[in-house]
Protein backbone atom coordinates (compact mmCIF):
# COMPACT_ATOMS: atom_id res chain seq x y z
CA UNK A 1 0.00 0.00 0.00
CA UNK A 2 1.30 3.33 -1.15
CA UNK A 3 1.69 5.79 1.98
CA UNK A 4 2.76 9.21 1.93
CA UNK A 5 3.44 10.96 5.21
CA UNK A 6 4.37 14.79 5.77
CA UNK A 7 5.92 16.60 8.81
CA UNK A 8 7.93 19.13 9.61
CA UNK A 9 4.93 21.81 9.54
CA UNK A 10 3.80 24.44 12.42
CA UNK A 11 3.75 28.25 13.33
CA UNK A 12 6.47 30.29 11.85
CA UNK A 13 7.41 34.01 11.75
CA UNK A 14 7.93 36.02 8.57
CA UNK A 15 11.44 35.64 7.03
CA UNK A 16 11.45 32.86 8.54
CA UNK A 17 12.57 29.05 7.59
CA UNK A 18 11.24 25.60 7.78
CA UNK A 19 11.59 22.04 6.23
CA UNK A 20 9.18 19.52 5.30
CA UNK A 21 9.63 16.24 4.91
CA UNK A 22 7.57 13.11 3.62
CA UNK A 23 8.37 9.34 3.97
CA UNK A 24 7.28 7.56 1.60
CA UNK A 25 6.26 3.87 1.80
CA UNK A 26 4.51 0.66 -0.30
CA UNK A 27 6.60 1.88 -3.80
CA UNK A 28 10.22 1.98 -5.26
CA UNK A 29 10.47 5.06 -4.21
CA UNK A 30 13.30 6.22 -7.04
CA UNK A 31 11.45 5.37 -9.89
CA UNK A 32 9.18 8.07 -8.96
CA UNK A 33 9.21 11.79 -9.61
CA UNK A 34 7.58 13.25 -6.43
CA UNK A 35 5.59 16.98 -6.17
CA UNK A 36 4.02 19.12 -3.39
CA UNK A 37 1.24 20.88 -3.80
CA UNK A 38 -0.53 23.47 -1.42
CA UNK A 39 -3.72 24.37 -0.33
CA UNK A 40 -4.32 28.29 1.56
CA UNK A 41 -6.68 28.26 3.88
CA UNK A 42 -10.36 27.95 2.04
CA UNK A 43 -8.67 28.77 -1.15
CA UNK A 44 -8.02 26.10 -4.23
CA UNK A 45 -4.81 23.89 -4.72
CA UNK A 46 -1.63 25.23 -6.02
CA UNK A 47 1.08 23.01 -7.80
CA UNK A 48 4.70 24.01 -5.60
CA UNK A 49 7.45 22.12 -6.74
CA UNK A 50 8.22 18.63 -8.51
CA UNK A 51 11.10 16.81 -8.71
CA UNK A 52 12.65 13.81 -11.06
CA UNK A 53 13.18 10.53 -9.22
CA UNK A 54 17.05 10.07 -9.37
CA UNK A 55 17.01 13.97 -7.65
CA UNK A 56 18.60 15.26 -11.20
CA UNK A 57 15.60 17.76 -12.58
CA UNK A 58 13.52 20.07 -10.19
CA UNK A 59 11.04 22.44 -10.62
CA UNK A 60 9.03 25.25 -9.18
CA UNK A 61 5.97 27.76 -9.37
CA UNK A 62 7.36 31.58 -9.78
CA UNK A 63 5.49 32.42 -6.72
CA UNK A 64 8.16 30.28 -4.44
CA UNK A 65 11.29 29.85 -7.06
CA UNK A 66 14.32 31.36 -5.34
CA UNK A 67 12.72 30.61 -1.76
CA UNK A 68 11.69 26.99 -1.68
CA UNK A 69 14.32 24.01 -2.56
CA UNK A 70 12.92 20.57 -3.07
CA UNK A 71 15.50 17.48 -2.64
CA UNK A 72 14.88 13.68 -2.15
CA UNK A 73 17.41 11.11 -0.44
CA UNK A 74 16.19 7.52 -2.53
CA UNK A 75 18.21 6.10 0.50
CA UNK A 76 15.44 6.75 2.93
CA UNK A 77 13.07 7.20 0.70
CA UNK A 78 12.12 10.91 1.74
CA UNK A 79 11.38 14.25 0.21
CA UNK A 80 11.79 17.62 1.36
CA UNK A 81 10.56 21.40 1.01
CA UNK A 82 12.92 23.78 2.20
CA UNK A 83 11.10 27.26 2.79
CA UNK A 84 13.23 30.32 3.36
CA UNK A 85 11.71 33.63 3.59
CA UNK A 86 8.35 32.73 4.42
CA UNK A 87 5.54 35.17 3.79
CA UNK A 88 1.98 35.38 5.24
CA UNK A 89 0.62 34.12 1.76
CA UNK A 90 2.47 31.05 2.11
CA UNK A 91 0.48 29.78 4.66
CA UNK A 92 -1.38 26.32 3.57
CA UNK A 93 -1.49 23.10 3.89
CA UNK A 94 1.06 22.01 2.10
CA UNK A 95 1.08 18.04 0.22
CA UNK A 96 3.14 15.44 -0.73
CA UNK A 97 2.42 13.71 -4.04
CA UNK A 98 3.14 10.92 -6.45
CA UNK A 99 1.96 10.48 -9.25
CA UNK A 100 0.54 7.34 -11.49
CA UNK A 101 3.17 7.02 -13.59
CA UNK A 102 7.39 7.82 -13.10
CA UNK A 103 7.73 10.47 -14.88
CA UNK A 104 7.23 14.27 -13.50
CA UNK A 105 4.35 15.70 -13.45
CA UNK A 106 1.97 12.87 -14.02
CA UNK A 107 -1.16 12.55 -12.52
CA UNK A 108 -1.15 12.61 -9.22
CA UNK A 109 -2.59 9.60 -7.67
CA UNK A 110 -1.21 9.48 -4.02
CA UNK A 111 -1.52 12.05 -1.81
CA UNK A 112 -0.36 12.63 1.76
CA UNK A 113 -2.70 13.74 4.69
CA UNK A 114 -1.06 17.50 4.37
CA UNK A 115 1.42 19.24 7.17
CA UNK A 116 0.04 22.85 7.47
CA UNK A 117 2.41 25.79 7.09
CA UNK A 118 1.45 29.47 9.56
CA UNK A 119 2.94 32.24 8.77
CA UNK A 120 2.37 35.07 10.94
CA UNK A 121 4.32 37.28 13.95
CA UNK B 1 -6.75 34.04 -10.28
CA UNK B 2 -6.49 30.33 -10.85
CA UNK B 3 -4.99 29.22 -14.32
CA UNK B 4 -7.85 27.25 -15.41
CA UNK B 5 -11.66 28.52 -14.97
CA UNK B 6 -14.08 27.05 -13.18
CA UNK B 7 -17.56 27.33 -12.30
CA UNK B 8 -17.94 28.33 -8.41
CA UNK B 9 -20.46 25.99 -7.82
CA UNK B 10 -22.99 23.51 -9.37
CA UNK B 11 -25.60 21.94 -8.01
CA UNK B 12 -27.92 18.56 -8.82
CA UNK B 13 -30.54 16.18 -7.80
CA UNK B 14 -29.71 12.67 -6.39
CA UNK B 15 -29.84 10.87 -9.75
CA UNK B 16 -29.18 13.66 -12.61
CA UNK B 17 -26.10 14.29 -14.43
CA UNK B 18 -24.04 17.38 -13.75
CA UNK B 19 -21.04 18.56 -15.87
CA UNK B 20 -17.99 20.81 -14.50
CA UNK B 21 -16.51 22.99 -17.14
CA UNK B 22 -12.70 23.43 -16.91
CA UNK B 23 -11.16 26.70 -19.43
CA UNK B 24 -7.83 27.22 -20.54
CA UNK B 25 -5.99 27.81 -23.24
CA UNK B 26 -3.70 26.83 -26.26
CA UNK B 27 -0.77 26.04 -23.88
CA UNK B 28 -2.35 23.99 -21.03
CA UNK B 29 -5.52 22.38 -21.38
CA UNK B 30 -6.06 23.17 -25.23
CA UNK B 31 -2.26 21.77 -26.24
CA UNK B 32 -2.07 18.52 -24.49
CA UNK B 33 -4.18 15.67 -23.05
CA UNK B 34 -2.46 15.83 -19.84
CA UNK B 35 -6.04 17.06 -17.89
CA UNK B 36 -6.97 15.85 -14.60
CA UNK B 37 -10.04 16.04 -12.32
CA UNK B 38 -9.66 15.90 -8.28
CA UNK B 39 -12.50 14.70 -5.71
CA UNK B 40 -11.63 16.60 -2.47
CA UNK B 41 -13.70 16.66 0.67
CA UNK B 42 -13.39 19.42 3.19
CA UNK B 43 -9.95 18.47 5.47
CA UNK B 44 -9.28 15.53 3.23
CA UNK B 45 -6.27 15.23 0.46
CA UNK B 46 -7.66 14.86 -3.09
CA UNK B 47 -8.77 12.11 -4.73
CA UNK B 48 -7.86 11.66 -8.63
CA UNK B 49 -10.63 10.44 -10.39
CA UNK B 50 -9.94 11.33 -13.90
CA UNK B 51 -6.56 11.87 -15.58
CA UNK B 52 -5.49 12.01 -19.31
CA UNK B 53 -9.04 13.74 -19.97
CA UNK B 54 -11.23 10.67 -19.86
CA UNK B 55 -9.11 7.93 -17.73
CA UNK B 56 -9.86 6.68 -14.14
CA UNK B 57 -8.01 5.09 -11.90
CA UNK B 58 -8.86 1.83 -10.94
CA UNK B 59 -11.60 1.72 -8.24
CA UNK B 60 -13.24 5.44 -9.62
CA UNK B 61 -16.82 4.73 -10.56
CA UNK B 62 -17.51 4.66 -14.57
CA UNK B 63 -20.34 7.38 -13.34
CA UNK B 64 -17.22 9.49 -13.49
CA UNK B 65 -16.51 10.61 -17.35
CA UNK B 66 -14.24 13.16 -18.31
CA UNK B 67 -14.06 14.68 -22.03
CA UNK B 68 -11.59 18.13 -23.82
CA UNK B 69 -13.20 20.01 -26.87
CA UNK B 70 -10.69 22.77 -27.67
CA UNK B 71 -9.36 24.90 -24.69
CA UNK B 72 -12.25 23.58 -22.26
CA UNK B 73 -12.40 20.47 -20.66
CA UNK B 74 -15.29 18.68 -18.79
CA UNK B 75 -16.15 16.28 -15.57
CA UNK B 76 -19.53 14.81 -15.96
CA UNK B 77 -20.80 13.03 -13.03
CA UNK B 78 -24.02 10.67 -13.75
CA UNK B 79 -26.22 9.03 -11.49
CA UNK B 80 -25.60 11.89 -8.67
CA UNK B 81 -25.21 10.53 -5.28
CA UNK B 82 -25.05 12.26 -1.61
CA UNK B 83 -21.86 11.48 -1.42
CA UNK B 84 -20.51 13.33 -4.39
CA UNK B 85 -21.04 16.43 -2.85
CA UNK B 86 -17.55 17.56 -2.78
CA UNK B 87 -15.00 20.36 -3.86
CA UNK B 88 -13.72 19.46 -7.73
CA UNK B 89 -10.47 20.55 -9.59
CA UNK B 90 -9.10 20.51 -13.13
CA UNK B 91 -5.22 20.15 -13.43
CA UNK B 92 -3.95 20.67 -16.68
CA UNK B 93 -0.22 20.12 -17.99
CA UNK B 94 1.65 23.49 -19.29
CA UNK B 95 4.00 24.40 -21.81
CA UNK B 96 5.60 27.13 -19.28
CA UNK B 97 6.07 27.72 -15.92
CA UNK B 98 3.77 26.73 -13.72
CA UNK B 99 4.71 23.68 -15.38
CA UNK B 100 1.06 22.50 -13.70
CA UNK B 101 -2.04 24.35 -12.91
CA UNK B 102 -5.21 23.86 -11.51
CA UNK B 103 -8.38 25.43 -11.21
CA UNK B 104 -10.18 27.37 -9.01
CA UNK B 105 -12.58 24.47 -7.72
CA UNK B 106 -15.80 23.93 -7.74
CA UNK B 107 -18.48 22.94 -5.26
CA UNK B 108 -20.74 20.46 -5.96
CA UNK B 109 -23.80 20.15 -3.95
CA UNK B 110 -26.53 17.32 -3.99
CA UNK B 111 -29.69 19.19 -3.41
Not at chain 2, 11 to 21: E, F, L, N
Not at chain 2, 77 to 101: K, N, T, W
Amino acid sequence: EVQLVESGGGLVQPGGSVRLSCAASGFTFYNYAMSWVRQAPGKGLEWVSAISGSGGSTYYADSVKGRFTISRDNSKNTVDLQMNSLRADDTAVYYCARGNRGVILSPLEYWGQGALVSVSS
Amino acid sequence: QSALTQPASVSGSPGQSITISCTGTSSDVGGYNYVSWYKQHPGKAPKLIIFDVNNRPSGVSNRFSGSKSGNTASLTISGLQAEDEADYYCSSYRSHSPLEVFGGGTKLTVL
